[in-house]
């Protein structure tokens, strides 16, 4: 289900009318809220709720067009959030994150006060996951009281900072699941040592099964993998995008 909220992102602006991702079975009945759409840094996704399984989601695009790529292979590490002392994220997902932030945080917790029964989930494919990781850091420095609350969901996401954003982003006690599909290339960027994931990793193989890695530990997931093995094609064959 949260794979077709994540794929979602890709067609979905002020409804919930997509093909595919919209027929989801669980999807059943989710309203769109807010959507976001800016093009001088491009940033795009929705604020959906979904009543019957008590759900607040938040949802960002991913690499759709050619100048999204161009921020994922772009490393340019800056310092933020500034309340980390040491603390740096890749420039271009921290761009196309706080081009539309206010209004998505704002949102957010809105929607928050409105369901305080319900649960707030971030997703996000590719560029979006990066994103999507931003977004809950963000969240939990603005308005700690939600944390409890919030769980996180990524499919073919890149490395989005380094070790000391890693350390912070496992040590808020979020649930955070970042899927990989066979030998998708874009987990294994930027090249830069600096730059770590962070939460739980589930690897799903080319037999067909999966693999759950925790956080400090990935070598037996899509780390075992030879960069021979890396490929573009398995990072648009997400099952459920």
């Not at 999807?27 to 491009?42: A, C, H, P």
């Not at 761009?95 to 649960?119: C, I, R």
């Amino acid at each position: 289900m949260y794979a077709a909220y994540a794929g979602a992102a890709y067609t979905v602006t002020d409804s919930w009318n997509c093909k595919n991702e919209c027929e989801h079975p669980g999807t059943e009945g989710t309203e769109v809220l807010y959507n976001w759409d800016t093009q001088r840094v491009t940033s795009n996704g929705y604020i959906a709720h979904n009543p019957d399984n008590k759900l607040i989601v938040v949802a960002f695009r991913g690499s759709a067009e050619t100048g999204d790529w161009v921020e994922n292979f772009t490393v340019n590490p800056v310092q933020w959030p500034s309340s980390i002392s040491g603390s740096f994220v890749v420039e271009g997902f921290l761009e196309g994150y706080t081009v539309s932030s206010e209004d998505v945080l704002q949102n957010t917790a809105a929607l928050a006060a409105k369901y305080p029964d319900h649960s707030i989930v971030a997703v996000g494919h590719s560029l979006g996951g990066a994103r999507a990781s931003i977004f809950v850091a963000d969240l939990s420095i603005n308005y700690p009281r939600l944390v409890s609350r919030v769980q996180l969901y990524t499919y073919g996401q890149a490395k989005v900072g380094n070790d000391v954003f890693a350390d912070y982003m496992n040590n808020i006690n979020v649930p955070m699941y970042r899927v990989v599909n066979k030998g998708d290339i874009a987990p294994h960027l930027p090249l830069d040592s600096r730059m770590v994931h962070f939460g739980t990793e589930v690897w799903l193989t080319a037999n067909g099964q999966s693999t759950v890695c925790k956080s400090g530990d990935y070598s037996k997931c899509s780390e075992s993998l030879s960069p021979m093995s890396y490929n573009v094609q398995d990072h648009s064959t997400y099952p459920g995008l």
